[in-house]
Each structure stands twice: as C-alpha cells, then as structure tokens.
Nanobody
Framework: QVQLVESGGGLVQAGGSLRLSCAAS????????MAWYRQAPGKQRDLVAS???????NYVNSVTGRFTISRDIAKNTVYLQMNSLKPEDTAVYYC????????????WGQGTQVTVSS
C-alpha cells in the first residue's frame, strides 16, 4: 500500500519560511506526478504546485516566485520550500501522488498544518 507522509508544518511569522517534506513509501518515479495542495478552513482543497516525472514544475499564480517544489529521488521525497509566507498561506497542506497508466489513482498524505501569523 502506498503511503505519503508529510512533515515540516508549523507556526511562522509573515515573511518567514518553511520547508515541507513528503516522503513516499515507494520510488517517486513510480508516480506520473506529485503535487502539493492546501485547504484553508471552510474552503476547498486547491492545487499549489506540481512536479511531473520529467521534472517539469507548475505553480498556482499566488505562490509563483515564493514557493518551490523539488524532489530528492534517492530519498523518495518531494519538498515544498515556502518563502515570504503570508497569512493567507495558512492552511493544511497535503501531498498527492498520481500513479497509473490506463487508470489513474490518487494517493494522499494526512496533511500538515501551516499557520502564518501577521
């Protein structure tokens, strides 16, 4: 069974930085793509950043230039470096892996809380 385990969340002041980690129980090359989502209280879960098997990345406009998604293949881990954090970045951050060929399967981590104080 595939497991994704997030870590690195916490409380930080506006303007600060955090690095989230998502450790996978199998090679991240086995995923077509991996992504970070976030969900603020009372809101839907939204895509933040993604990285596909080729290494190409994509970001939502609100985090472009502040967040960076990366991966360490040897450690089966995907990261989200978050700089210049804003109070509106406060949310539970989730890691997702998408795997499969004819049928795609989504795998989710349990989430990690990020709180940015003003």
């Amino acid at each position: 069974q595939v497991q994704l385990v997030e870590s690195g969340g916490g409380l930080v002041q506006a303007g600060g930085s955090l690095r989230l980690s998502c450790a996978a129980s199998r090679s991240i090359f086995s995923f077509n793509a991996m992504a970070w989502y976030r969900q603020a209280p009372g809101k839907q879960r939204d895509l933040v950043a993604s990285i596909i098997s080729s290494g190409a990345t994509n970001y939502v406009n609100s985090v472009t230039g502040r967040f960076t998604i990366s991966r360490d293949i040897a450690k089966n881990t995907v990261y989200l470096q978050m700089n210049s954090l804003k109070p509106e970045d406060t949310a539970v951050y989730y890691c997702k892996g998408v795997a499969g060929q004819r049928t795609l399967t989504d795998y989710w981590g349990q989430g990690t809380q990020v709180t940015v104080s003003s």
